[in-house]
């Protein structure tokens, strides 16, 4: 029986974790319930990764973000609609409030419909901006599939977008194997504002260039962007790590593209797409199935002989060594796994006042099968005061690590101080002290016990 029990336990705490680790609430609107067919497989991907998908259309009575005040889904997924506007239930304030309750978006573009004006207007309060008239086709034309694009050179193909720089991760990439590419048809591009938050996942080829595809002219004159000034694919975390994710082509995640095959312009042979993998890591990145960090538990000491070295006391003495630990793990997929920070970047302590009086790289001590700690050794500043412990972890792609803990930091205490004989620099103070005690005591006892002269002179007799 308590075999069975401990199976049945086991069997929920799998299923508990075999979705986002922020909840399995996932809305998709699209314009018509039908249209779903079209994106069978990546529904059907998300659906086998536990989540509960409701479809809904912006024109629904009954569709709502919240509920008394708390969020009625976890995570959005946004599809092309004919509509201009997605009506009072979908306004640019309700999405922004969405995103400020934790809520995760993912929102997919179409060249070949123009994008409803709340979408546009929630665009621009994160700083990304699309064309003045809604609607833009990316193209390229040294970088398009031969076979089902060879006039309009729409159909993008790109390789793995790789790491974004030195010492950030690369989670977005899938394995090439045999030479296969990320086809990206029918796409707008979108440009990105210096907003910190703001992250490109996909950028287009140098020799890519948007424009408006009702202008029927041989020359375009009017371009919204070209090159690298195009993503194709943005992320934006929130400061309260709420994702958002722009992908700027919704044709790449339908069934067609999932098993097409290509050939780009110059090639021989024809190869696979990656869009399958890529659009799961897209998704897994937005609704926090991926990239997401977590601390366990925090620990600062005393590291001194003698002493109670008590976990997390509120007081410390100045001078003091002390030790300091945390605990990270990582989200991957369906399970916690032990963080690793990259060769290129360091995971910093900092023991701070009102500015770092430390800052201090953290090693990695521990690891367990699903977290590490990393922890450092230092002695405390001779400065009095409120201190903090303080660890700020914030890069792209990974939800923000903002851990501070407070404690005092007191004087020696007047038992505390060593004795003055036990300072070499003292000693000569200490030797004028006894030379000078010494020789007053020797002049009192000479003084004291020393017999006056005897005088000569006997006195008169009168």
């Not at 599809?79 to 995760?104: C, H």
């Not at 790789?162 to 440009?191: C, H, K, W, Y």
Request: net charge negative; with cysteine; aromatic share 10%.
């Amino acid at each position: 029986m308590k075999s069975l029990i401990s199976f049945v336990v086991l069997l929920f705490a799998a299923l508990v974790h075999a979705i986002s680790s922020h909840g399995d609430r996932l809305l998709v609107v699209l314009e018509d319930v039908a249209e779903k067919e079209d994106y069978s497989k990546f529904l059907g991907d998300l659906e086998g990764r536990g989540f509960q998908v409701s479809y809904e259309t912006p024109k629904s009575e009954g569709l709502s973000l919240f509920h008394l005040g708390e969020k009625s889904y976890d995570h959005v997924l946004f599809l092309p609609t004919k509509s201009k506007g997605l009506g009072p239930n979908l306004t640019p304030k309700i999405l922004l409030d969405f995103i400020n309750a934790d809520g995760n978006i993912l929102l997919a573009l179409s060249a070949s419909q123009t994008a409803p004006t709340s979408i546009v207007s929630l665009l621009l309060e994160l700083d990304i901006h699309l064309p003045t008239d809604r609607q833009g086709l990316v193209v390229d034309h040294f970088n398009y599939d031969a076979s089902s694009s060879p006039e309009k050179h729409d159909v993008l193909l790109l390789p793995s977008p790789g790491a974004l720089r030195e010492g950030v991760r690369d989670i977005f990439s899938p394995v090439a194997e045999n030479g296969q590419l990320i086809a990206f048809p029918n796409g707008m591009g979108q440009t990105l504002g210096s907003g910190a938050l703001l992250t490109p996942v996909l950028r287009a080829p140098s020799t890519a260039y948007s424009y408006n595809p009702k202008e029927q002219t041989e020359i375009v004159d009017d371009l919204f962007a070209s090159g690298a000034q195009l993503s194709l694919v943005s992320a934006m975390q929130a400061r309260n790590s709420a994702r958002f994710t722009v992908v700027g082509s919704a044709e790449m995640l339908s069934d067609k593209w999932f098993d097409a095959k290509v050939k780009k312009v110059g090639d021989k042979k024809e190869v696979g797409t990656l869009n399958r993998e890529f659009a799961k890591r897209v998704s897994g990145w937005t609704f926090k199935e991926i990239g997401v960090l977590r601390v366990n538990w925090i620990e600062h000491h005393l590291n001194e002989v003698g002493q109670s070295n008590a976990s997390n006391p509120k007081i410390y003495r100045i001078k003091n060594d002390v030790t300091y630990s945390i605990s990270l793990s990582e989200y991957s997929w369906d399970k916690y796994i032990p963080f690793t920070v990259p060769e290129s970047d360091d995971l910093q302590l900092e023991f701070s006042m009102l500015s770092p009086f430390h800052r201090l790289k953290l090693n990695p001590t521990i690891s367990s099968g699903d977290s590490t700690t990393y922890s450092v050794s230092f002695k405390l500043p001779d400065q009095h005061g409120i201190f903090n412990f303080k660890v700020n972890y914030k890069r792209p792609f990974y939800n923000n690590v903002e851990e501070k803990n407070t404690v005092s930091v007191r004087h020696f205490a007047h038992d505390e101080w060593p004795r003055s004989f036990v300072i070499s620099g003292a000693w000569p103070w200490i030797a004028g002290i006894a030379v000078t005690v010494t020789g007053w005591l020797g002049f009192c006892a000479l003084w004291l016990y020393s017999k006056p002269a005897a005088s000569g002179e006997s006195k008169k007799t009168q």
